[in-house]
């Protein structure tokens, strides 16, 4: 079965930079699309960035273009997702997400990890 397991988030102060990991296990990952979405308390769930199979295309929400960087290792069956100038905003907890298959649309996922709690303070 799909597993999708993160680590790395934590406190930090607003400025600061955190790196997120995602350990995907259970199928090959290497030719699907991957995905990080956040939910903050009292917020439904959002799109924060994916990335293409090979790691050539990616896409941003545009609270955070310019401030985080998505990227993967195929080789390891991981992504990462790399925070900086991080604002009090984005606090949330933070979901690593695979597909079932390819779908056109960017933000669809269908598997998701338990997340990983982000909080910045000002």
């Known amino acids: 079965q799909v597993q999708l397991v993160e680590s790395g988030g934590g406190l930090v102060q607003a400025g600061g930079s955190l790196r997120l990991s995602c350990a995907a296990s259970g199928r090959t990952f290497s030719n699907d699309r991957m995905g990080w979405f956040r939910q903050a308390p009292g917020k439904e769930r959002e799109f924060v960035a994916a990335?293409?199979?090979?790691?050539?295309?990616?896409y941003y929400a545009d609270s955070v273009k310019g401030r985080f960087t998505i990227s993967r290792d195929n080789t390891k069956n991981m992504v990462y997702l790399q925070m900086n100038s991080l604002k009090p905003e984005d606090t949330a907890v933070y979901y690593c997400?695979?597909?079932?298959?390819?779908?056109?649309?960017?933000?669809?996922?269908?598997?998701w990890g338990q997340g990983t709690q982000v909080t910045v303070s000002s």
């Open positions: 997400a695979a597909p079932e298959k390819f779908y056109s649309d960017y933000h669809r996922f269908d598997y």
């Open positions: 990335i293409s199979w090979g790691g050539i295309n990616t």
